[in-house]
């Protein structure tokens, strides 16, 4: 039976996600703003949340409906069969987001949709059930845009960012699924030598290995339709054991990172080492304005210091355009990728970029910069625009 979904992911990554979800045998995808809906059975939510390694969640639809008054949503709540697909023993917590809602108080409908659901319990079994917003059994979503109103069940749980793989972070680090996204929007794949040379506590690297050696990103983790009462354990045992089977040996694999500080190198390690990734990554400490490529092609891609959370903004000055003479004189032939929320970053650091990526960091507008490094000058290359979201492959 054919269900109705939508994947939410960081803004900017929604048409690498869209190919990743018809890579997991997703129907009827359509990207929007924030993520994408897709059609599928329960196999196919269940890959999607196991090995979708960009989207946020999972979330299924259960309701849509047009809607002038709180009254209207928690008539449409209610009468859902809430208690055909879970037991009133698991907690819940009621999210809700809204675009151009007329409605005065969105606390207020966010309350009147949990007590639809609880009334609604009460009603069936004479019992409802508790609500934890830390860490309930069950999470309902709902959007409202001016005249409609759509419910979700999160399938997920906790979000699918949360991979249980890093045991530390640094000061700023980016989430994982954005790590895995612009690996995506870089084209890399396995076999291409990549370098990440101010690696922090090395998200972009952990990917990046669990990638080469074709691990699930949600291999160690638990999901919340594991509590659905329509929960297949068989066929999610048998996605499960495919998955496995379908792992590379854990050798090393091309990939290289460095950074400034030990300490980043230290987080990188335990992480490696936590996720039994440790073979596949070469790491040293060194200063990125005075490193050499490790290859002679290649993707480089990082997230540098940009004077948001972490950096100087003088300092930050005067690194970006040595950056740049780096990159230029010593990774000719490479793809450089830097993620930024500092237009002084692409203003100073002296290179032409020949793609910039909008993309979201949290609530953070930062531009993922492609830079092309040939020897000599760094003019322009045409570009079928300036504004673009998916690269290919280098061959």
């Keep these: 039976m054919t269900e109705r979904f939508f994947a939410p992911c960081p803004r900017g990554l929604e048409t690498v996600l869209a190919a990743e979800l018809e890579r997991l ?58 208690q055909d697909w879970f037991e009133p023993r698991l907690s819940i917590k009621v999210n809700l987001a809204a675009i151009k809602c007329p409605l005065r108080s969105l606390d207020f409908v966010t309350l009147r949709i949990k007590d639809a659901v609880c009334d609604k319990f009460r009603a069936i079994h004479g019992k409802r059930p508790d609500i934890d917003t830390v860490a309930p059994d069950m999470r309902i979503h709902g959007f409202l845009n001016a005249q409609e109103f759509t419910l979700y069940l999160d399938t997920s749980g906790e979000a699918l960012f949360k991979r249980g793989l890093r045991q530390t972070q640094g000061e700023a680090p980016l989430r994982e699924n954005l790590a895995a996204g612009i690996l995506a929007l870089t084209g890399w794949q396995p076999g291409t030598p990549l370098l990440d040379p101010m690696c922090g506590s090395g998200t972009l690297l952990l990917e990046a290995a669990q990638i080469a050696c074709r691990i699930a990103p949600g291999s160690g983790r638990q999901f919340a339709f594991e509590q659905l009462k329509l929960f297949d354990a068989r066929s999610w045992k048998k996605l499960k054991q495919t998955a496995t089977e379908r792992q590379h040996e854990r050798t090393f694999q091309s990939i290289y990172g460095s950074d400034l500080y030990g300490s980043a190198l230290a987080h990188t390690r335990n992480n490696l080492a936590a996720a039994g990734l440790a073979e ?13 490529a490790p290859a002679e092609t290649g993707i480089l891609v990082s997230n540098p210091p940009y004077g948001v959370r972490i950096g100087d903004h003088q300092m930050l000055a005067e690194f970006y355009p040595r950056l ?12 450089a990728f830097l993620l930024t929320a500092d237009p002084l970053l692409a203003k100073s650091i002296r290179l032409t970029p020949s793609r910039r990526t909008p993309l979201f960091n949290g609530a953070l507008e930062c531009r993922l910069l492609e830079y092309r490094l040939v020897a000599g000058s760094m003019r322009r290359e045409k570009q079928p625009s300036s504004e673009s979201s998916t690269n290919q492959p280098i061959t």
């Excluded at 129907?27 to 989207?55: D, K, M």
């Excluded at 740049?324 to 793809?335: E, M, P």
């Design 324 to 335: 740049g003479d780096v990159l230029k004189q010593r990774f000719s032939g490479w793809r």
């Design 280 to 292: 596949c990554v070469t790491l040293k400490q060194a200063n990125v304005l005075e490193i050499s």
């Design 25 to 82: 045998d997703a129907t009827s995808i359509q990207a929007s703003p924030g993520g994408v809906g897709f059609h599928g059975n329960w196999q196919t939510c269940y890959r999607a949340n196991l090995e979708s390694r960009i989207a946020s969640r999972i979330l299924w639809q259960i309701a849509k409906d047009q809607y002038r008054s709180e009254a209207d949503i928690y008539d449409l709540t209610h009468s859902l069969p809430w």
